[in-house]
Nanobody, 121 residues
Framework: VQLQASGGGSVQAGESMRLSCTTS????????VGWFRQAPGKEREFVAS??????TTSYADSVKGRFTISRDTARVFLQMNTLTPEDTADYYC?????????????????WGRGTQVTVSS
């Protein structure tokens, strides 16, 4: 089972970026999926989560109103708008143990390799 986040890069503050997460080995259509991020010297933190049907989403307060998580049958996306330097981090997608949204790292079973996002002022 492998997850791969992609779409990262370098942008200026105020710009947008869209991250994608793809899976291989099996599908996770019955599981919630989340995005986390880890900035240098900081702990990994929750960003967003989406339920298995995509009907429920949850966001960290720091990204609410700027980021949007979505999914189709095989991929999960994170649309990031109005980026700020504080959004600079490695971003990871992860598959939850259950079908409902959760912001707890302990509730995620599979983790992908991160993709780096750098926002300059």
């Amino acid at each position: 089972v492998q997850l791969q986040a992609s779409g990262g890069g370098s942008v200026q503050a105020g710009e947008s970026m869209r991250l994608s997460c793809t899976t291989s080995g099996r599908t996770f259509s019955n599981n919630a999926v989340g995005w986390f991020r880890q900035a240098p010297g900081k702990e990994r933190e929750f960003v967003a989560s989406i339920s298995w049907r995509g009907s429920t989403t949850s966001y960290a307060d720091s990204v609410k109103g700027r980021f949007t998580i979505s999914r189709d049958t095989a991929r999960v996306f994170l649309q990031m708008n109005t980026l700020t330097p504080e959004d600079t981090a490695d971003y990871y997608c992860a598959v939850a143990l259950g079908s409902q949204v959760t912001n707890s790292k302990d509730r995620y079973r599979y983790w992908g390799r991160g993709t780096q996002v750098t926002v300059s002022s």
